[in-house]
């Protein structure tokens, strides 16, 4: 209004405040500091294109006939049956009929529906939203327990090294928020007991974040994902600063804390807010380049058929959808050659550093990206940090592992700690090559030392298997549904002309009628294992213990799994809830893929044309699929999935230890080994 009068009464008005003011994503354009309210602003400006919100939901409908878990999650088994009861396609009936007043809405809508599963597997990424702008505290948490036993959030002690160097350029808007004597004193706050948040308990704030974060069946570690921890990348040890003090989206403009400051018998009461920060790599000045740079299809995220001599055919190691997972760029022949197990995460791997003071020193010989290897100072305990199964280079990947076991062998160790803190999978094979070198040759390591699988077998994965076996559209062996991929329950490979998918075998799962594939054997021996294995174990297993925040997932947690409930190793969890049952791993799938990829084999087979095939997705979205689910070990009929998996110990953290790797893995010997 009061534009439209100024420029009524001929006053000078220059243009760009013009288009600013009514363009509201000319308003944050090329800028890497902005509101929350203002990145809404521009969200919420993005009205429904009912084009493209049908073209998503028959994309997500018609994708899920491969996710084999769509009707389990109706209503998951016990323990889980509170944590996952979603019915996706009752919600996506009711998307379907539903108006927004946004498209950003809409997107809202879809997530946290998808989210509802806790699996990190099958979610929905829309680019358009998700992590072009995140949401940013200076203020990390951790959850403490003091020596009486009682146990608090606490603004992380190192919160202020890490907010100084990983926001050098934003650190004065906070020390500025700051009330009274505490303004410019943000370091002050590190270490501080938190009694409220926003006028609440603070659990309050913690199980509203579990309700809507996904990935994970545990309550535990769901809870978990609100609090700082670490992670070791392939760049260096990371800093993971957790759902408090980082968001995907711009959903909250500010906190209110209620504080106890170290050392200090008062309270106080402080706001800060959160500021977001652009991460997009395309920035764009107005609503019509925000849409063109950002929220269109771009290559990867449809499918190709790998047969046309113009295809361009992007590795999955590049599509879009590597954005959102551990995977670092590979040679398109390894990308489609070694099969992967990995979570989508809303929040991309993070770049925020740990601490120095905070980071391993001293790592011995072996050590490779993600895989790292320690010597404790008791001589015999020795270490390996796997904060991923990725790597650019699978074969140098797996050699390492067993150079860095060898070497902590022949330095003197005789037990073992493999921390898997956020480590959300990879290579399936190198799980099991992990698995299979630390125990030796045995009847739960050879042949398979993983899980048998199933995969979901409907009409339209029947059809594509007939193609390539009756046509041979896949003479390169690029294909998921290629037979000559898999062995049997026996683990004898199929033939070429075998359709592995017929006859399919017939389930009722929650009152639904499903069909899944026939039970596949061991994927990975002796092809998939680039150096001959040690003949005998490197560790008793009884001696190893795998540690985590809970967040192990995909071939994290086939690991986990196979070498708890198969070898008696022991488990840790770090920093969970008292009282609240803490699971060492979760979101266990057998393979994961996605809708790029799908289409890829639907493409290839030359099925694009058919009814039950998903159209080319029309957004820069990812859709997430568990396309193969594991048997489980103490239940081998039902999937591992929804099995328990409770941690032996939950290692209460104190400011001695939290975020400290070196001092979290001797408090963990001194307790367990």
């Known amino acids: 209004m009061l534009l439209g009068t100024l420029i009524g009464l001929g006053v000078g008005v220059n243009a760009s405040v013009i288009t600013r003011a009514t363009d509201p994503c000319a308003a944050i354009g090329g800028q890497k500091w902005v509101s929350p309210t203002a990145v809404r602003d521009c969200f919420t400006s993005i009205k429904v294109n009912e084009t493209l919100k049908a073209n998503i939901i028959e994309v997500m409908s018609k994708s899920l006939a491969f996710h084999t878990s769509v009707n389990y999650q109706i209503k998951a088994p016990e323990p889980f049956t509170q944590a996952v009861h979603e019915d996706l396609f009752a919600d996506l009936a009711r998307i379907t009929k539903q108006t927004y007043p946004s498209d950003y809405d809409l997107h809202i809508d879809l997530s946290r529906t998808f989210k509802r599963l806790n699996d990190g597997h099958c979610v929905w990424i829309n680019s358009c939203y998700v992590s072009l702008f995140i949401n940013y505290l200076p203020i990390p948490l951790v959850l403490l327990t003091d020596s009486s036993g009682n146990q608090a959030p606490h603004i992380a002690p190192e919160a202020f090294a890490v907010a100084s160097a990983e926001f050098p350029d934003e650190i004065s808007v906070w020390q500025n928020a700051l009330p009274g004597n505490l303004k410019g004193k943000l370091e002050s706050l590190s270490g501080a007991k938190v009694l409220s948040i926003n006028g609440k308990d603070p659990n309050v704030a913690i199980d509203a974040n579990a309700l809507i974060t996904g990935s994970f069946q545990g309550i535990g570690t769901r809870q978990n994902t609100f609090f700082s921890s670490y992670q070791v990348g392939a760049g260096g040890w990371n800093y993971i600063l957790g759902n408090f003090a980082q968001q995907s989206l711009p959903l909250a403009d500010q906190v209110v804390l209620r504080i106890q400051r170290t050392g200090s018998p008062s309270t106080d009461t402080i706001t800060l807010p959160y500021r977001s920060r652009f991460m997009g790599a395309k920035n764009f000045t107005d609503t019509a380049s925000f849409l063109a740079n950002n929220c269109r299809a771009v290559p990867g995220t449809n499918g190709v058929d790998l047969n046309a001599p113009t295809a361009a055919d992007v590795s999955p190691a590049k599509s879009p959808a590597a954005h959102f997972q551990q995977q ?116 739960t390591s050879v042949p398979q030392a993983g899980l048998n699988t199933t995969t979901r077998d409907g009409p339209l994965a029947q059809q594509i298997v007939q193609q390539i076996v009756t046509k041979n559209l896949d003479p390169n062996l690029q294909l998921l549904y290629n037979p000559q991929q898999w062995r049997d329950a026996s683990d004898n490979f199929f033939a070429a002309t075998d359709n592995w998918l017929v006859p399919p075998v017939p389930k009722v799962i929650n009152g ?65 809830r008292k009282g609240v049952q803490q699971q060492y791993c979760g979101t266990v799938g057998g393979e994961s893929t996605d809708f790029s990829t799908i289409d890829t084999e639907i493409k290839t087979a030359q099925l694009k044309n058919s009814s039950l095939a998903p159209p080319d997705l029309l957004v820069n979205g990812v859709q997430g699929i568990t396309w193969r689910l594991g048997f489980g070990i103490e239940d081998p009929t039902q999937p591992e999935e929804w099995q328990n998996r409770p941690a032996d110990l939950n290692l209460l953290l104190s400011p001695e230890i939290v975020n400290n790797p070196f001092a979290t893995w001797k408090a963990i010997v001194a307790q367990l080994l």
């Open 512 to 576: 639904h009628d499903d069909a899944f594939s026939q039970q596949l054997g061991q994927e990975c021996q002796p092809e998939g294992f680039p150096v001959t294995p040690p003949s005998e174990a490197l560790f008793d297993p009884s001696k190893v213990v795998v540690v985590s925040n809970g967040r192990c997932a995909s071939s994290c947690a086939l690991f986990s799994v196979t070498m708890s409930k198969e070898e008696g190793a022991k488990t840790v969890v770090l920093g969970g």
């Open 328 to 443: 670092p760029a590979i040679s398109p022949g390894d990308a489609r050659k070694q099969l992967l197990n990995v979570i989508l995460d809303s929040a991309p791997l993070s770049d925020v550093v740990l601490p120095p003071p905070l980071v391993p020193q001293r790592p011995v010989n072996g050590s490779r990206t993600s895989a790292q290897f320690f010597l404790l100072d008791d001589n015999k305990t020795g270490v390996l940090a796997l904060g991923s199964f990725s790597d650019n280079d699978y074969n140098a990947f797996l050699g390492s592992m067993l150079d860095g076991l060898l070497t902590l062998k022949s330095l003197g160790a005789t037990q073992l700690v493999v921390d898997v803190s956020n480590n959300g999978g990879g290579f399936i094979c190198a799980a099991h090559w992990l698995h299979r070198i630390i125990v030796g040759p045995k009847s």
